[in-house]
């Protein structure tokens, strides 16, 4: 069992930054792919950026582009998202996942995943 509790959410104007944690509890953090996925209100939960357990190997939608950046801390089972550059339509609650030995070309999938946490708002204000 995985308990994923993510931080860092909160308001801040276009062109700013946010640094999301997700917390892991377990000694196995090192065999799950992490993901981060976010759904804005009215629309469906979206994938967003994910990293591989088996060398760190890294994914993410071409929105997010030039701006976020997913990484890992094995030795304090965390995930990290630092969003940069920031835009309204990025608004959204952000989710974090875990799954086992998660092939490294389904990281995009919610069905991939076997663990979720309860999200963070994030608010982008122009």
């Known amino acids: 069992q995985v308990h994923l509790v993510e931080s860092g959410g909160g308001l801040v104007q276009a062109g700013g930054s946010l640094r999301l944690s997700c917390a892991a509890s377990?000694?196995?953090?090192?065999?799950?792919?992490m993901g981060w996925f976010r759904q804005a209100p009215g629309k469906e939960r979206e994938f967003v950026y994910a990293?591989?357990?088996?060398?760190?190997?890294?994914y993410y939608t071409d929105s997010v582009k030039g701006r976020f950046t997913i990484s890992r801390d094995n030795a304090k089972n965390t995930v990290y998202l630092q969003m940069n550059s920031l835009k309204p339509e990025d608004t959204a609650v952000y989710y974090c996942?875990?799954?086992?030995?998660?092939?490294?070309?389904?990281?995009?999938?919610?069905?991939?995943?076997?663990?979720w946490g309860q999200g963070t708002q994030v608010t982008v204000s122009s």
């Open positions: 377990g000694h196995t953090f090192n065999s799950y792919a």
């Open positions: 996942a875990a799954g086992y030995r998660t092939r490294l070309g389904e990281l995009h999938y919610q069905t991939s995943y076997d663990y």
């Open positions: 990293i591989g357990w088996n060398g760190g190997s890294t």
